[in-house]
Nanobody, 116 residues
Framework: QVQFVESGGGLVQPGGSLRLSCVGPGSIFSAYAMGWYRQAPGKQRELVAGITMRGNTNYVDSVKGRFTISRDNAKNSVYLQMNSLKPEDTAVYSC??????????WGQGTQVTVSS
C-alpha cells in the first residue's frame, strides 16, 4: 500500500517557524504535482500549497508570503517551510498528489500546534 510519510510538526509559539517534510514512492513523485493539505478540528481538509513537476507553486491566500513549498525529486520528498505561524495554522498537515488527492495515499500526517 502506497502512503506518504510526513514529519516535522510540533508545538510552536505564534510567530515561530517549522519545516515539514514528506517522503514517498519515487514512482509518484516523478509523475505528479504534489500538495500540502491541512485539516483543523471541525473543519474540512484544505489544500495549503502545491507544486508542479516543473516547480510552479500555488498557495491558499491565508498563507501567501509566510509558507514556501519545495520539492526534491531525487529524494522523493516535498517540503513546507512555515514562517510567522499563527494560531489559526494549527492543524494536521499531510501531503498527497494534486489537484485531486488519492484516498489511499494519505499517511498519518504531522500535527502543527501554534500556541503561546
Amino acid at each position: 500500500q502506497v502512503q506518504f510519510v510526513e514529519s516535522g510538526g510540533g508545538l510552536v509559539q505564534p510567530g515561530g517557524s517549522l519545516r515539514l517534510s514528506c517522503v514517498g514512492p519515487g514512482s509518484i513523485f516523478s509523475a505528479y504535482a504534489m500538495g500540502w493539505y491541512r485539516q483543523a478540528p471541525g473543519k474540512q481538509r484544505e489544500l495549503v500549497a502545491g507544486i508542479t513537476m516543473r516547480g510552479n507553486t500555488n498557495y491558499v491566500d491565508s498563507v501567501k508570503g509566510r509558507f514556501t513549498i519545495s520539492r526534491d525529486n531525487a529524494k522523493n520528498s516535498v517540503y513546507l517551510q512555515m514562517n510567522s505561524l499563527k494560531p489559526e495554522d494549527t492543524a494536521v498537515y499531510s501531503c498527497n498528489i494534486q489537484p485531486r488527492p488519492w484516498p489511499s495515499y494519505w499517511g498519518q500526517g504531522t500535527q502543527v500546534t501554534v500556541s503561546s
